[in-house]
Structure formats: structure tokens, C-alpha cells
């Protein structure tokens, strides 16, 4: 009889994805235990539901996670699934500061269609 865990496949895929965005279906079936194929489609369900996006980069994927949305459950609709994979040990991104326009390129901008 299988042990059960508090955390669902799709919940350890996600961490997984945060944790290691670069990280392929076959080494994250490897290491969670389950086929390629299902995670293969947690991946589908995760990306559907708007918890990731996917980028091509190379021959691979980048995964992003949106860390604004809800948990799915009713209970837990007020936690932001950032929160919970926080909790996880994931680490969020920091957003990069805008950077400021050099003197002058505003102005050329400004002068390149005159009105």
C-alpha cells in the first residue's frame, strides 16, 4: 500500500519547475517517481490554468511561474501560490529596477518626428 504525502503531484511538479526552470519532463519524472507522460501533462494542466508559462530557449524550455495566482482549493483561495512554494523553499525573482534614459535619447526621440 502506497504512503500518502501532504503534497499532490501537480503541487510537486510546480515546486520542482520553480525550484529548477530549466529543468526537463524526463528529469523531473526521475525524480518525482511518476511517468514522463503524466508529468508531461501536469506540465499542460499547470500551464492551462495560468500557474506557468513556458519559453523556448535552445532546444529546451524555460518555465516562469505566476506567483499572483490563488490555490485552486476553496479553503485556500486567499494564499498566493508564490506564498505557498515560498514556504517551499522557493526563492522569488527579483524584479529588475527600470533603468534610467541616458540624457539626450529622450530628446532625440522627441525631435525625430517633429510635429
Sequence with gaps: MP?????????IVLSFLAKHPRITARELSLAIGITERTVRRFIADLDTAGYITKKREGRGVR?????????RHDTYQEMAIGDFLESLGWKRRKKRPPVPEAEGQAEARSNRYPE
Design 63 to 71: 518555465y516562469r511561474i505566476n506567483p499572483d495566482l490563488s490555490l
Design 3 to 11: 504512503q500518502w504525502t501532504f503534497l499532490t503531484n501537480h503541487a
